[in-house]
């Protein structure tokens, strides 16, 4: 997710294209992963998980496609929510804060989680890689005022009204994604199984009814009064 490196420099005002958002081996880095993955579990017994974010750099084409199919979160239906380090205004599209600059997935979306796992997620599974970390989920990061898919049917579809739901979503994105019946015997045949795998996954943040999908951590959340009321 992360690609390897942050090129944001706050001192000398540099926001680089970085690769956040792209959940994809950088080969220059790691050649070879289809069947460098597989060997560590054969000769060592190591399984891979990788890490996910809800942040997404607004420069990848990754964006863009979700943008195209509104698949991020927005300021309205012409603009994309662009995140901040002050997370109760919209910034311009080129501030840049640790990671780059950019916006966030709509989890709430079943399509975009749908579309999301097929991209990026089932890729990495047919290398045998089928454990994954959510991180950031609460959503750290966040546009108060921003629109999502949220609950159509009960008109609630601002930030506030799925603050609490985010990642729950996002964490039933992966668990759908391994149920669904094509995907399982997609993967039971890249790897050579008689069952569909299970998957592992770990995440940061939850609600109520998170346990049905996810395990939980909670071990490097800022320790303030200010999080603990969010």
Sequence with gaps: WFGGSFDSNEQDGVCEPNRM???????QNFPSPETEIPKFLTEYGIRFMTIEEPLIDNRLPE??????????ARVNDSEPVTVTRDFRHEGADDHCVWWGRGGLIDWTNPDARQFWHQQKRLNLGVMGITSHWLDLGEPEMYYQDALYYGFPELGKNHHGDIHNVYNLFWAKGVFDGYRNADNQNRLKQAL???????????????????????????????????NLRG
């Design 21 to 27: 958002g792209t959940l994809q081996f950088n080969l």
């Design 192 to 226: 050579g199984l008689h069952q569909p795998p299970r998957p592992f996954i770990l995440s940061r943040a939850g609600t109520v009814g998170s346990q049905r999908y996810t395990a939980m951590w909670s071990g490097d959340v800022a320790p303030n009064m200010e």
């Design 63 to 72: 964006h863009s496609d979700l943008w195209s199919r509104k698949f991020v």
